[in-house]
């Protein structure tokens, strides 16, 4: 039976290591989780690499919304050919229009220039409203992987509609459900999408204390090893 894949969102050179000592399949490299992620440092990369995981290094030159410039998209290419020249697997990538819609004539552009068999479309996805027809415009184009969370808030959320994407794309492009995947939701997501993967950044959170009330900092961007078991060992049973 296939392994269902694991795959990590880290931010920092410790979070990758610790991912991939406990039972990530696959890194997504990217910097500041805190804004859903943007391009990582080169050096970063260079020390995940000893990893030996494939890694899929996130294009995203900014924080805010998936609309993009000229000098904008021009810099997205630049990142883009770099991070392959050194080496990555993927490169993680997404960009709409202002009508809301996939940006076909850059990643078009990109196409010319990259293989379209390493070019992972990000949660940009989840903005159009036809789904399905947004799915076929990435398969026919021969990309190799859709991040999602089935135009939900969560994965957990989207369940009905990652089943539908599935099953459309069966073994034509894969599907990555994403976004707020923890121990306690895994086995629902995988077994209601039929997905074979997810995508999870296993974050611990910093707590601090003022004047003896505790407040939540938010992340410290630095994976939850046990969280990183734990899935690694629902993904293990469900096989």
């Known amino acids: 039976m ?11 050179v410790e979070s990758g290591m610790l991912a991939a000592e406990h039972g990530a399949d696959r890194l997504e490299v990217c910097s500041v989780l805190a804004v859903g992620g943007v391009t990582p440092h080169p050096l970063v990369f260079r020390a995940l690499q000893s990893t030996g995981l494939p890694l899929a290094v996130l294009i995203r030159p900014r924080p805010g919304l998936f609309l993009y410039g000229t000098h904008e998209k021009a810099l997205i290419l630049a990142q883009a050919l770099d991070f392959l020249d050194r080496g990555a697997d993927f490169l993680v990538v997404g960009f709409l229009t202002n009508g ?5 004539a850059f990643l078009d552009e990109l196409l010319e220039k990259i293989p ?25 184009r021969g ?18 509609m990652l089943s539908t994407l599935v099953e459309k794309a ?42 003896g009330t505790i407040y939540p900092m938010g992340s410290t961007e630095r994976v939850d090893v046990n969280e990183v078991k734990s899935l690694r060992r629902i993904l293990n049973e469900l096989r």
Request: proline share 4%.
């Open 143 to 160: 990309i190799a992987r859709v991040l999602t969370t089935g135009r939900a808030p969560t994965a957990l959320d989207g369940i009905p």
């Open 2 to 12: 296939t392994r269902r894949l694991l795959e990590v969102c880290v931010s920092s």
């Open 100 to 104: 809301g819609q996939i940006d076909l």
């Open 170 to 211: 069966g073994a034509r492009i894969e599907i990555l459900p994403g976004g707020g995947i923890r121990s306690n939701t895994a086995r629902a997501v995988l077994i209601g999408s039929g997905a074979n993967q997810i995508h999870s950044s296993c974050l611990s959170c910093l707590m601090a204390t003022h004047h």
């Open 116 to 140: 379209a068999k390493k070019l992972v479309f990000h949660r940009a996805f989840d903005h159009p409203a036809d789904s399905l027809g947004a799915l076929e415009q990435l398969t026919c």
